[in-house]
């Protein structure tokens, strides 16, 4: 940490921010600069909960050197960390490609959708049980009987399967039937909720939030393996920006960059991004080409019928085709798919 | 609803259009331009989940025309709403202000604070027993212990209390010891808090969403309303944008913008806003000005030494000097203080 | 400046940056922390047009701690700026207003509004003669006849006068017949424009552009400053932000904020900010109360009629009423209007 | 365009609306919904600078349906626009990546990273000789020495190349020398600066301004092709976003969706996108896999020695291993390199 202090502070002031981080167990370093004084404070900021330099008189400003988080850091495990659920791999050599509805709608939906996606090519299913909707009149999932269906869809395909979860009632539920537990953008910072899934067992793929820095959502990932479990899919799916023409813009530089900050695997929703079922397929290969470990893509036996996200859902055919493309991207970067 | 498509559509894909529209209980008006077709749509989109338009051959959009909400807007009920609790009325002639700490840390603490706000002219005291924090290393409240020091402030000052709650279980607590229910900004669109503090019988302060646009924050309004609890307190503190000199950017606008839209009471943070205590005066004394309702702002008896947000709280001598700066703008404007 | 190095750089790359931030006539202050060495470097980086420091082996970041603006800070000019044109005076005591039409459209136009922001109080009279616009195919300003005619409202009215300037042509029209000179927002990044008028010789009324931030702004105004012109007027006029449903978003903490860094007045333009007439007298009473120096409004004999920016205009009653309202305000913060 | 009205606005104002529309020439359409009226009105609003329906009373809003540019819109030219310059052509087929050092620096430093570029497969050479920089302090550029050495590395190399454009006077001195006019992101909306590069002759490449929609960026692109200039290159490189861990945040889905919208071809830069040499590479195969036409890539003979940009250049040698990796990504999508 470095606090940068006015130069015409009196020494008082100086010494008196000398004292306070010295007090925290830091060793202080001042310099004296031209128009500044520059205290240079050797320590590990990340234990203390507040220091108050910043209120100290003379203090302009406070500069953290060292990032936030530690075990979800590249510092604190060099190596990659895959996350193995089912036949899938995410994190690995090879592409892993989840797919399915936006929202579990009935059994022939689910069912038709599952074998579609995994004739594809597809080695994990999604699709929404409990669903997070801006409206309070719009349809809100079919619960436990959606978690029911998912179970079916994977003991007749193989599909590994994600669902969302949004509370502790739903999380309870979704443990007994999925494999994979998802945190939506909106409950990115749903604290409660990361620390419940950190303690769940149960891999837990965590959505980058619609406003979240980058660091923030490392932070998440932080709470949940801080709870002891760092089986963590991170998932970019599009931040807000101005630019309305699209409905997220997809901040793909995340993936390469997050790949350098951290071990975690992360994968990409350009569904969500997107919200445009042209621009799916064109955001997917560029996902691959970055280096994304995996895709979440909505695919839906009807689009027109989807009973949310039909406008950005592929159609199995679609899909089917897509497949094949991410297969020559996946092999052009030098990666199996 | 206004379908918009290709002027080329062949009529078959525009009667498709047409039927649909008409199945859903919605009359269809085609107007034929010359290079768009525009079907207006009579009827209420916000009874139907899904109708599908947009990914049917030939339409490029749909554009809504009824706002998304219904109880919480002007058209629903044209006075302005009033909630209120102890002696606060938040939505009047008046101006209400709540104040106090970021998170309760102490009963010192706690009890001296609510003291001064009191005495400089606060109707309510604001405190958090449970703390959302980016870091799992954070100081993250007192919990019931918390809550029972609020209460005792209030039985002292005679303040109404508030304190933020995140999940069922801080829910079931904070009902039991304070007057008012804060949803903090990062739970804003976390629908089943949003639910249950609609069932809690209590007044509750909703706060916008850092990335949440007027309407979604609305829409958040609308969940708890449509619970049938219409005692709501929106707050605007501050949205992520591309600026960071100040953490985050009050959006003043929004202030009468909203109130013009619902007939919801709407109060100002310019604490949270601006993360910066020089900042925080001339912001609640605009805050006023443009037409708030009340103010939230977080006064600690000795910023230095705050476990959280030290650097935007007031000092106490601070706010009752900026408590008689309001009084002025408040008169000037035409309203109480 | 900081330099941040990995805590494991061999002693060869840490004397490199050393050798280098010497060679460049730093003094280099190497802080051994526990994972990153921290290189205080005192001397003045503005100096230095590239250190080539962030590719060098080791390094991880530059932290800069001195401000990039020189001649506009604070820390060059205590006292407040007082840019004095006409009768008026922005950034003294009093509150400055400045109306008038988006853009001249006609005599008879220009010189009823002329005559009627002048009648309520206004000190200056806007009016674009040439006007940048998103489409090439709208209006595009009646040019040297658009200034004609604010040279006769001037002198009719004794009004100052403003109108924007787009590049050398307009820039060496206008000086012969306006009072002050306008950047907009679009050309806030126009370094030449920028220059050129910096050597007009003519006050500048610098408004924000629409993605910059507050530093970008006070270089902007830095550049205009070391060509010798430090008659600057700086202009709020809201940013672009994920919000849709203002027209911008009016960033009032800028006003303090900016007040606190830089000697020079700042003016908002609530008219801009809003796009919605409705919006522009909470704004403007809004801005007062932040202390803002003076307004620049939008007002126009009949906005049905405009051929810019109609639906954001008051009608000369609506701006003769908020004259009333602001004058109050202004008296509640201690500024004569 | 249709007009919505508050559906309890009286018969008078519903018929002024409509006398408005007929009166400038277009069709009315009124559609009487339960709480609003919605007005279908034909005819080309782009033809009209200004309508003042917004104001009118009883009126809520205008939508309109057309999109506001014509010339550079797929529906005026349905096969793409190829722009031939040199050996290059841009839009078609094969990839076209244009590289070379941010600035103009020496001709040593020139000539090496013409040769080295080219013997790489680029087949244009950039260059900057007159530099908008942020702070007036930096260095500006080599301006008319610049340019010759342009020319100088072009005769020797056969690289096209590409210069930054900045007023009329770099414009008259540009066209002297170079083959394509760069239009930078600050002066994206400079309309001057537009309309002089639409009738210079030469073809443009315009880069998306930093927080500019992609309907702004396709309407400059109008405003050039209004001036007879359809050669026209439009270059996304990165929107100012909320998220300051890269320098700007890269909107890949915007090639897409671009080319859907216009025929113009669509280059990408990930050089100033991210702002950081590590990413330029899974970037820059990321813009080819999502179907980018060409890429701008900052190379430098020794980055740690640039005048601008060094952290985000490439070195020669790992230009030269991205060029191979970019042939095998575009090979996969079905594109020459």
């Known amino acids: 940490m470095v606090v940068v202090m006015d130069g015409r502070a009196p020494a008082e002031q100086v010494q008196a921010v000398i004292s306070r981080l010295e ?31 910043e209120t100290m008189p003379g203090v302009e400003r406070v500069v953290p050197i060292m990032k936030p988080y530690k075990l979800v850091s590249r510092e604190a495990r060099e190596e990659n960390t895959v996350v193995r659920v089912g036949n899938a791999a995410i994190g690995g050599d090879g592409l892993a ?14 069912l038709e959708a599952a074998r579609m996606v995994s004739g594809a090519g597809a080695v994990m299913l999604r699709g929404g049980a409990f669903k997070p909707r801006t409206s309070p009149y719009s349809f809100q999932g079919l619960e436990e ?38 945190i939506g953008a909106r409950n990115m910072q749903n604290f409660r909720l990361l620390q419940m899934v950190g303690r769940s067992g149960k891999p837990v793929l965590l959505k980058r939030g619609l406003s979240a820095t980058v660091e923030e959502w490392l932070m998440a990932a932080e709470y949940i393996m801080s709870e002891g479990n760092g089986q963590i899919i991170l998932c970019e799916r599009g931040i807000r920006t101005f630019e309305q023409s699209t409905r997220n813009t997809l901040d793909l530089s995340a993936v390469p ?49 989807a009973l949310c996200d039909g406008p950005q859902s592929l159609t199995p055919a679609q899909f089917a085709a897509l497949m094949e493309e991410l297969r020559a991207v996946a092999a052009a970067v030098g990666r199996a798919a």
């Open 97 to 110: 490609v989840c797919a399915g509805p936006c929202a579990v709608e009935s059994r022939e939906q689910l």
């Open 257 to 305: 960059l997050v790949k350098s900050l951290s071990h975690l695997p992360v994968i990409v929703d350009p569904s969500h991004a997107t919200g445009d079922r042209k621009l799916v397929g064109p955001m997917a290969r560029a996902a691959v080409a970055a280096g994304a470990d995996g895709l979440l893509i909505e695919v839906h036996p009807d689009p027109g019928k």
């Open 23 to 53: 007090e925290c167990g830091f060793k202080a370093h001042p310099i004296h600069g031209v128009r500044r004084i520059v205290i240079g404070a050797v320590g590990d900021r990340r234990a203390i909960s507040s220091l108050g330099l």
């Open 145 to 182: 009987e959606g978690l029911r269906l998912l179970a079916e869809a994977a003991r007749e395909t193989g599909l590994a399967t994600v669902t969302e979860v949004v509370d502790e009632y739903s999380l309870n539920l979704a443990v007994q039937y999925v494999d994979v537990l998802q």
